[in-house]
């Protein structure tokens, strides 16, 4: 498994610490976590069943898309 590197200021690094603590978690593995989570394929748990059928405004509707332009061949 490849290992990252990146540098944070102590500010960042203290809230890293405290968070992974909080979770129980180590914080490389914490950190591994986050960026999966944020990083991960697909849509975010529960996102489908906030937005199916969430509008709320008129009917939306295609206007007509006109006739396809002719152009010249290269």
Do not use: C, N
């Not at 978690?25 to 059928?53: D, H, K, M, T």
């Amino acid at each position: 498994m490849p290992q990252l590197h990146l540098y944070v200021s102590d500010e960042v690094a203290d809230k890293i610490k405290d968070r992974s603590q909080a979770a129980g978690l180590s914080v490389s593995r914490y950190l591994s976590e986050v960026v999966a989570r944020e990083i991960g394929s697909g849509w975010p748990e529960g996102f489908i069943e906030q937005v199916a059928g969430g509008w709320q405004g008129e009917l939306l509707e295609r206007p007509a898309q006109g006739e396809i332009e002719q152009r010249e061949t290269l």
